[in-house]
């Protein structure tokens, strides 16, 4: 199970290495799409550093009479709530970079810019790094056997997990909206398009080496 758990995390790691390091090389790559494309590649690299932490810790003490210790506990959890977050709202950005290219495309290029993109993701992972780092700044639990805590990351208060849940949801109900308005402006799109076969297209020519909205958005087929 640990070769199996460990193989796993290292793929994740070198698999989303690969583009992050195509995209941040290649200047012809350097477009709001690709930018956020890297950031979800860099959130899955920690996603799979804090699998492969979980696993050696696990491999560690499997055969060990003494728990880890409780600061072990906290930076796996905290690891493992910052990759969560990190990856939700920046699946987030990256869906709604896509839903400003199909549906608003005459004023895409003036709207959505590489910086304004720099800025989101700076924006993604400090607020996911506060939020990840609440119980290390004193949300959390004495000991983990008190009323209203879980033994999940050496102790947390039940609420900060319900908040936590909470700020999940609305990235991904926000990203099925998204989704949804782009499946809805495809269809408009393929019911009004006249002549020859109907096809999907968005308002605004892709600019070159800009992937076409149909062939870049999952929403439009």
């Not at 193989?7 to 690969?18: D, E, R, Y």
């Amino acid at each position: 199970m640990f070769h199996i758990c460990s193989g796993l995390s290292l793929w994740s790691v070198v698999a989303n290495s690969l583009p992050l390091a195509a995209i941040i090389k290649y200047e012809a790559l350097h477009k709001p799409v690709y930018i956020l494309m890297a950031n979800m590649a860099a959130s899955d690299i920690v996603a799979g550093i804090s699998s492969l932490c979980s696993c050696i810790t696990a491999y560690v003490y499997a055969g060990s009479r003494n728990p880890p210790p409780t600061a072990l506990h906290r930076f796996l959890a905290t690891s493992f709530l910052l990759s969560a977050l990190s990856s939700a709202y920046s699946l987030l950005a990256l869906t709604a970079e896509r839903y400003w290219f199909i549906v608003h495309g005459m004023t895409y290029e003036n709207r959505v810019t590489n910086d304004r993109c720099k800025v989101v993701i700076i924006v993604v992972w400090m607020w996911s790094s506060i939020l990840a780092l609440l119980p290390v700044f004193g949300w959390s639990c004495a000991f983990p056997s008190q009323v209203g805590c879980s033994q999940a990351g050496g102790g947390t208060p039940q609420s900060y997990m319900i908040l936590i849940l909470i700020l999940v949801f609305i990235p991904m109900a926000a990203i099925m909206f998204f989704t949804w308005a782009c499946s809805a402006a495809c269809g408009d799109r393929l019911a009004t398009s006249g002549g020859g076969k109907p096809r999907c297209r968005s308002s605004l020519p892709p600019a070159e080496n800009q992937p076409s909205p149909c062939s870049s958005s999952p929403s439009c087929f």
